[in-house]
């Protein structure tokens, strides 16, 4: 919650009238139980009286206010609520939950979802934090979710159901247009490409629908925009819809064939999935490998009679470096997270401006991004058929020596980014390729790399692999998946081996390939013990952490679990400011999320945003670095 000593605010003059209101804010995340807050059960309770579990069908729409307790007659009142900040800006909300009162006695205190806060508010009310509101009591129907008195609606009769035929897909313009192919993951568009929406593994991910425009281009190749794992343009909405697809707003009965009763032996490690058929047997053994490499249940059409093989389909490949020193299975033991919580790690165009003392002030880390192996073109970019790696220039386009002495002098680390964007992406429709001539090239890139960041006195290195790792990804016809999961894993632990004590050594993977069962994540996973850190991109795919910080939160414990036995302080979170359209969230956002993240984990890694360029005079960087400076104070007394 934000409120008063928990941040810098400033409480708003204001002048005594009728219905005076306090809005502060609160962090309700997607999923969250109707349990969890006052309007439950009981007569007046949302369970009792709607028939809702969570508070999803009203979010973000909802509140905890001043004069709501356990079974309230004020349990689901709709409100509007409206500042003099944002234009006059009126939000209509639902009492959900009980909060404290305000330091006017007379206020209604209104504790807010931050997406209603923000809308609220806008940027000024955000700066100050808290603000003196009006509101007034309105019809139901104004409320998002809000069925006023209603009863819960009656169970649909499924006694006999009688299924309707699947009608063919409507034209692009019809709104409940909304369907992926079998496997698919990609960004969609959708009516008449004024919105688009994501498909992963062959679903369509509820609640992920983006505003957009026609013609939209979704990546710009020629500022190295990686904010979506897509390129979408109007022609997308093409896509066949066929009768195996199931629509958003569809209702269909679908034959589901009996399942393959696969046995459950921990000491086999599945290998199927994104397209790829591997020994036959998911990660999740209680899941169903398809015929063509996907992974789910009978529900979802996975169960099709498919046999596992006999044994993988690849055997193991040797590293061409010596990996006896470095403990591939298991990681180190948790560190105590104190000094790795309050990372704040930027990402350093190249091509763009040197970020001034102002801004490096509130930096612990700057990645040069990138050393690669291509010369940039507009239509594609011409790789080295050798994997020639160029030394990189640091910002202004420039080698930039005497910045890199003076950053690390005031005790930056500043790290050397090997890849991005530029060297091939795994979504629709880009023509990169550059990672295929590195591929086998293992020795030499490492060597390369070593030599770079000597020569420029560097501390580390990060690879940034946002290409192919398995075969057909993504409907791909991409074919080595063998040769791309080699070369992640022998350049990560060549580079471990090559460099001295205290260079640091972290990947920053798009957060769609951190699943379990995924090729990349399985590999990290085995030489997890080589990185000082992970950095997710949580702008990258299809997680949205300020409005759903509950899909967020589930995906950081899944990597901190997975790769490094509990240790939170080895994932840095990733946010991006002003070039992943939907997915951008300013500092106070950013802010929100990593108070959010502190609560689970008060020894977290820290946050790394991109990019240095959208960080004008500090102002992301600044009220996510007092945010990481209450962290780790939190977590020195944890």
């Known amino acids: 919650m934000k409120f008063s000593g928990i941040i810098l605010a400033s409480i708003m003059m204001h002048t005594v009238c009728a219905n005076l209101g306090y809005a502060t804010y609160h962090n309700y995340y997607e999923g969250q139980s109707l349990t969890t807050v006052a309007c439950s059960d009981g007569e007046n309770g949302l369970m009792t009286r709607w028939g809702y579990t969570t508070i999803d069908p009203m979010s ?125 993951t990609r960004m969609k568009a959708h009516n008449g490409c004024t919105e688009f929406y994501h498909c992963v593994n062959g679903l369509v991910y509820p609640g992920a629908v983006a505003p957009g425009a026609p013609g939209l281009l979704l990546f710009d190749e020629e500022i190295q925009n990686w904010n979506h794992a897509n390129l979408v343009t109007c022609s997308s909405i093409d896509d066949p819809c066929t009768s195996n697809n199931i629509h958003d707003n569809d209702s269909v009965s679908v034959p ?10 921990p000491n086999v490690v599945g290998t199927c999935g994104g397209g790829n058929r591997g020994n036959g047997i998911c990660h999740d053994q209680t899941m169903c490998c398809s015929q063509w490499g996907w992974c789910g249940t009978a529900a979802t059409g996975h169960c099709d009679g498919s046999n596992p093989v006999a044994s993988p389909v690849a055997a ?141 006195g560097l501390d580390g290195v990060d690879i940034d692999y946002e290409y192919f790792y398995e075969d057909n990804q993504n409907g791909s016809g991409f074919n080595k998946g063998v040769q791309a999961q080699k070369f992640l894993k022998d350049v990560t632990v060549g580079l471990r081996n090559s460099m001295p004590a205290g260079f640091e050594l972290t990947h920053a993977p798009m957060e769609t390939d951190m699943e379990p069962g995924r090729a990349y994540y399985e590999l990290l996973k085995e030489i997890s013990g080589t990185l000082d850190f992970l950095m997710p991109q949580y702008y990258n795919g299809y997680i949205y952490p300020f409005s759903n910080f509950g899909t ?42 990593m108070e959010s993240l502190t609560e689970t984990y008060p020894c977290n890694g820290g946050a790394f945003f991109w990019v240095a360029n959208d960080d004008s005079n500090g102002h992301w960087s600044k009220p996510v670095k007092e945010q990481l400076d209450v962290n780790s104070m939190i977590c020195s007394n944890s």
């Not at 003196?132 to 998002?144: A, L, Q, R, S």
């Not at 589901?256 to 032996?265: A, E, I, K, M």
């Not at 680390?413 to 990672?435: E, P, Q, R, T, Y």
Request: with cysteine; glycine share 10%.
């Open 552 to 593: 967020a939160l589930s995906h950081f414990t899944q990597l901190s679990d997975g790769l490094f036995s509990g240790d939170a302080s080895k994932i840095v979170f990733g946010f991006c400011i002003g070039d992943c359209g939907t997915f951008n969230l300013d500092g106070h956002q950013s802010s929100i999320v």
């Open 60 to 184: 973000p729409y909802v509140a905890a206010t001043s004069n709501v307790v356990w079974n309230s007659d004020k349990c689901g009142v709709c409100y509007a609520v409206k500042s003099d900040y944002n234009g006059g800006t009126t939000v209509y909300v639902t009492a959900i939950d009980g909060s404290g009162g305000s330091p006017d006695p007379a206020a209604l205190h209104f504790d807010l979802h931050p997406v209603a806060f923000e809308e609220l508010l806008g940027s000024d009310g955000i700066a100050a934090g808290t603000s003196y509101v009006t509101y007034e009591e309105v019809d139901y129907h104004h409320c998002k979710g809000n069925l006023g008195g209603d009863s819960p609606p009656s169970p649909p009769n499924t006694t006999s159901p009688t299924p309707s035929p699947t009608p063919p897909p409507t034209s692009s313009s019809s709104k409940n247009d909304k369907c992926c192919l079998p496997g698919e």
């Open 316 to 456: 193991p490949v040797s590293s061409p470096v010596d990996s006896s020193s470095i403990a591939q299975n298991t990681p180190p033991p948790p560190s105590d997270g104190h000094g790795n919580d309050s990372r704040l790690i930027a990402y350093l165009g190249n091509w763009q401006a040197c970020p001034t003392d102002e801004q490096m002030a509130q930096y612990t880390h700057v990645v040069i991004a990138f050393a690669v192996s291509y010369t940039w073109n507009q239509e594609k970019n011409i790789c080295s058929e050798t994997c020639e790696i160029a030394t990189p220039p640091v910002c202004n386009n420039s080698p930039q020596p005497e910045l890199i002495q003076k950053w690390k002098n005031a005790g930056k680390k500043v790290i050397l980014s090997f890849g991005g964007a530029g060297m091939g992406g795994s979504w629709a429709g880009d023509k990169n390729d550059c990672w295929d001539y590195c591929f086998g090239r293992e020795a030499q890139v490492v060597n390369r790399l070593t030599e770079i960041v000597n020569d420029m």
């Open 256 to 265: 589901v064939p009996p399942p393959v009763t696969v046995p459950t032996d």
